[in-house]
């Protein structure tokens, strides 16, 4: 598997439920003034941040709405057919009144094999940007769908121009 794109990939009563509670005015975002690791020496752009909510990573349950999402990620595990959770990362992007395409990265570089997912709670025209095999394949944000790839397929989001924000989940599993 290279990539692969799921629709409806859960109820539209719990789709909106969780819809509504991402985009509240109390749901708690945490803002990134960078969006990928720049350490080896890349440079990023002032444009370049989004807003995060960590849900779960190194085994560690950090938010109390982590079980508000069981039901997407048992949707999500059942699709990537894996229990071994890496990390659960909300993100929120927000119109810049152009697409800004952030920087190239895997989310786990070290590893070898592990697998990405990317459910979106958005239609807009931002999106996801994977390099395979030397080409780009740009996945629209379209919401309720889930974009599963290899994990180390180098890849980059990009922001709306047409919404208030861009809300996804990103899922890393081993």
Excluded at 72 to 80: D, G, K, L
Excluded at 116 to 140: K, Q
Excluded at 150 to 173: M, S
Aim: some cysteine.
């Amino acid at each position: 598997m290279k990539y692969k794109l799921h629709k409806n990939v859960i109820n539209k009563d719990t789709y909106k439920e969780l819809q509504e509670l991402l985009t509240c005015v109390d749901f708690p975002w945490y803002y990134q003034s960078k969006t990928v690791d720049y350490s080896k020496g890349k440079h990023y752009k002032d444009n370049e941040f989004m807003f995060t909510h960590k849900f779960f990573q190194h085994g560690d349950i950090l938010s109390p709405y982590f079980t508000t999402l069981l039901p997407i990620t048992f949707a999500v595990s059942n699709i990537v057919k894996s229990n071994n959770l890496l990390r659960i990362k909300a993100n929120m992007y927000t119109n810049q009144g152009k697409n800004v395409y952030h920087g190239v990265h895997t989310d786990y570089p070290d590893l070898k094999k592990y697998t990405t997912a990317v459910y979106n709670f958005t239609t807009c025209d931002g999106g996801t940007v994977l390099y395979i095999d030397g080409d780009e394949v740009v996945i629209p944000s379209e919401e309720n769908t889930l974009l599963v790839f290899d994990g180390v397929i180098e890849h980059k989001g990009f922001t709306q121009k047409d919404t208030k924000n861009r809300v996804l989940i990103n899922y890393d599993f081993i």
